[in-house]
């Protein structure tokens, strides 16, 4: 089945410890990105990468760092986790470039405290 | 810096009823709009994506418009049911950055 898989779907951390959430998808699509969703202030894009080693920052992207070493996976690292971190976060992928429709994981909800 | 803007940001009408929902974005430099659907605490799921060269899409009892000169774009929902109560999203690719921006939604209810 195609498909994008978070993990975990949900996280409660503390201030400061370091955390990685992961996301893989099986379609070979190029393009991956990275969402956070917050009440009020919708969808924003944190990280994306059009290809393998190749990323560039979204709208939000500072407290966060991504990786994309392989064309399946593109991890979401909080090197320092802060409390206005807690949010859903999203991980998004299509094929070649972004004229396809975006194919969504099913979120991980993230607290941190 | 591109805005999506989604109005309105809630909607309730009776089951069977034709409905529009409105999406517009500031700046017309986009490859394309995709309208998504997301329900409580799921992902989205992608409905229809309009390329910049093209004016409408459909799937079934939706059909979607794009206005690229004017920064608008439309949802149709023909004989609305209960279980298109969802929040749709509309979303726009740039083509100066490959950034994709999303409005906030409208959050959709149909009166059974």
């Known amino acids: 089945e195609a498909q994008v898989t978070q993990n975990p779907r949900y996280l409660i951390t503390v201030t400061g410890k370091k955390l990685t959430v992961t996301c893989s998808q099986n379609?070979?699509?190029?393009?991956m990105s990275w969402y956070r969703q917050d009440p009020g202030l919708g969808l924003r894009q944190i990280y994306y990468?059009?290809?393998?080693?190749?990323?560039d920052k979204g709208d939000v992207p500072e407290g966060y760092k991504v990786s994309r070493k392989e064309k399946r996976n593109f991890p979401l690292i909080l090197e320092s986790p802060s409390p206005n971190q807690t949010s859903l976060y999203f991980c998004?992928?299509?094929?070649?470039?972004?004229?396809?429709?975006?194919?969504f994981g099913n979120g991980t909800r993230l607290t941190v405290t | 810096k591109q805005e999506v803007t989604q109005i309105p940001a809630a909607l309730s009408v009776p089951e069977g009823e034709n409905l529009v929902l409105n999406c517009s974005f500031t700046?017309?430099?986009?490859?394309?709009l995709q309208w998504f659907r997301q329900d409580p605490g799921k992902g989205l799921t992608s409905l229809l994506l309009?390329?910049?060269?093209?004016r409408e899409q459909t799937s079934g009892r939706l059909n979607a418009s794009l206005d690229k000169s004017s920064g608008r774009s439309t949802l149709y929902i023909a004989a609305s049911q209960p279980g298109d109560s969802a929040t749709y999203l509309c979303?726009?690719?740039?083509?100066?950055?490959?950034?994709?921006?999303f409005g906030k939604g409208t959050r959709l209810h149909i009166l059974p």
């Open positions: 379609m070979n699509h190029e393009y």
């Open positions: 979303a726009v690719s740039g083509n100066r950055d490959d950034k994709i921006i």
């Open positions: 998004a992928s299509c094929v070649g470039g972004v004229n396809s429709p975006l194919h």
């Open positions: 700046d017309s430099a986009i490859y394309n």
């Open positions: 990468s059009m290809n393998v080693e190749v990323t």
């Open positions: 309009i390329q910049s060269s093209q």
